[in-house]
């Protein structure tokens, strides 16, 4: 029900890289009107790519297709969250354009 939600929802965009054989990565991008931002903005809620074909330049493929929403959608930034535990990513997104900017707290139910 979420999935079928969030997939018919021309605001969000799923994006699959895939090769003859299989699937090479898979991301999925979701849009808001945030007030504090004064417009739309972008957040990433997943980003995976295959381990063996990380470092290939599929990870950034995904990312320039994000990009180009963004920008024919007038978005004011793109966000994408990493837990604390992977402190590999930090460096991933920043060699992918991104800025650490934030700290997110959560609750838990």
Do not use: W
């Amino acid at each position: 029900m979420i999935f079928n939600e969030n997939i018919s929802n021309p605001k969000n965009l799923y994006l699959i890289a895939e090769n003859e054989t299989e699937g090479l990565g898979f991301i999925s991008f979701h849009t808001q009107n945030l007030l504090h931002h004064c417009g739309l903005v972008g957040e990433i809620q997943e980003f995976f790519i295959h381990q063996k074909y990380r470092g290939q330049g599929v990870g950034r493929l995904l990312i320039n297709e994000i990009l180009d929403f963004a920008e024919k959608n007038n978005l004011k930034s793109i966000e994408i969250t990493t837990n604390k535990k992977r402190v590999e990513n930090v460096v991933i997104y920043e060699n992918l354009g991104f800025t650490l900017s934030h700290n997110k707290f959560t609750i838990y139910k």
